[in-house]
């Protein structure tokens, strides 16, 4: 009915179009045989022998037809809400996932003792598998793995530890930092989610007597990457202090990159003109700074020295305290220094695995990193920043020069793995 009441076209049949019709096509050497006046007058255009009225000059004082709305932000605020939703929509996308209780003891097989591998301070660390996409279990060796670390009931401290872990890795992210999947928090039940590591932790590797997967190159590998998230850490806009490195918390993945680890004692490093921190000394024996054990001021320095004693381990294979027979603790690094600084016995501190594949003149600039780093004095020890441009300095280094490694560096003579146990009885002179 609609239709019936609206007017037709009227059409004359003697008008002309203004133009040809759909179709006919005008070529350059036709259109420019026209003459120039009479391209804008009344004057008729032939085409293919027939007559079209040439297209008239539009008027200046005509308005122009508004035009519809493009598509997107057109104004100012209309882009600053649009960039705010994006940067919105970027931060939910990276939000950790709210797991069930049930999801997750069921993805470890009721956090069974086949699945646990490994134990900290405030909780254990089972294996389990979930379904990427879905987030729901899956059976063991299928779907996506993960670490899932369950905290010890009725512990004050982990609590905080927990919450503090949580904090800090839903806020930062890099490559060299363990990536969070998701938590847990369900009454007594406190438990975060973790990317798997297949590699497990490079205490496990120097741990173990006779492990050949740490080469040299691998081992300068992880100290660059290691340093790279600690780094990362150090010149955020706040920066963070990890305040517990050690080589337990540094985990591999299948390629050997590394991955800092466990931030329940990260704390906010000083920031305007604060020099230090004062806080309770937390941390772990043989890696925590003097400075810090004696006055309880924490800063970014601090991290250094930690980082100071990774590196010793990873050049020496030999734990950062060891435990005598009559119980009493030594520390590597107050034993190693003598040798580091003495090009002659600095082959009794690598790690005997090594063999003869390595570079001596590499191993030098390394124990001359470590002992800038291990420097009793805080504020004459590098930035993380230092640190890092030296490491890959040695790294670019070992990749351009292409050494023939085997025969460069035959020690003349190597002490045991925990060679500072011998070290009183072969005092360096």
């Not at 096509?25 to 032939?46: D, H, Y």
């Not at 900290?120 to 089972?126: E, I, L, P, T």
């Not at 003109?273 to 309880?296: D, F, M, N, Q, W």
């Not at 950062?320 to 600095?346: T, W």
Request: with cysteine; proline share 6%.
């Amino acid at each position: 009915m609609g239709n019936c009441l609206k007017k037709k076209k009227l059409e004359d049949p003697n008008r002309d179009d203004a133009r040809p019709p759909t179709g006919v096509r005008i070529s350059l050497q036709q259109k420019n045989s026209v003459p120039i006046q009479g391209r804008n007058s009344e004057a008729p255009m032939t085409v293919q022998g027939r007559n079209y009225t040439s297209i008239q000059k539009r008027n200046p004082t005509r308005k122009r037809r508004p035009r519809g709305k493009k598509h997107g932000p057109n104004t100012q605020r209309d882009r600053s809400l649009a960039r705010a939703i994006k940067k919105e929509e970027v931060l939910h996308a990276y939000r950790p996932t709210q797991f069930s209780y049930n999801v997750l003891h069921a993805a470890t097989n009721k956090f069974s003792n086949k699945n646990l591998i490994g134990r900290g301070g405030f909780g254990d660390v089972f294996k389990g598998w979930i379904h990427s996409c879905a987030k729901t279990p899956a059976k063991p060796n299928d779907g996506q793995a993960i670490a899932v670390k369950r905290l010890r009931n009725k512990q004050p401290q982990g609590h905080e530890a927990w919450q503090n872990e949580l904090n800090f890795l839903t806020k930062i992210s890099h490559q060299n930092l363990v990536k969070l999947i998701g938590y847990c928090c369900e009454c007594e039940h406190k438990i975060l989610v973790y990317e798997y590591m297949p590699k497990g932790s490079l205490d496990a590797h120097l741990s173990k007597e006779r492990d050949t997967e740490l080469t040299w190159g691998r081992r300068i590998k992880i100290a660059v990457g290691v340093a790279r998230g600690l780094d990362h850490l150090h010149t955020v806009p706040r920066p963070i202090i990890h305040r517990d490195l050690k080589t337990s918390n540094v985990l591999l993945d299948a390629d050997f990159n590394p991955k800092l680890s466990d931030f329940g004692l990260a704390k906010y490093g000083p920031h305007d003109h604060e020099t230090h921190v004062s806080t309770r000394v937390l941390g772990t024996k043989g890696y925590v700074a003097p400075e810090y054990i004696g006055t309880g001021h924490l800063t970014l320095k601090s991290d250094v020295y930690s980082f100071g004693v990774v590196l010793l381990e990873i050049l020496s294979g030999s734990s950062a305290v060891d435990r005598f027979s009559n119980g009493m603790l030594e520390n590597l690094a107050d034993h190693a220094k003598p040798y580091l600084s003495n090009k002659l016995r600095l082959p009794h501190v690598i790690d005997k695995r090594l063999g003869s594949n390595f570079s001596m003149e590499e191993a030098q600039e390394l124990a001359e990193i470590i002992l800038q780093c291990l420097n009793s004095d805080a504020n004459s020890r590098p930035t993380m920043t230092e640190v890092l441009s030296s490491l890959e300095q040695l790294e670019q280094h070992r990749d351009s020069s292409k050494h023939n490694l085997r025969g460069l560096a035959a020690p003349q003579k190597v002490l045991p793995l925990n060679f500072h146990r011998d070290i009183k009885e072969n005092p360096v002179s």
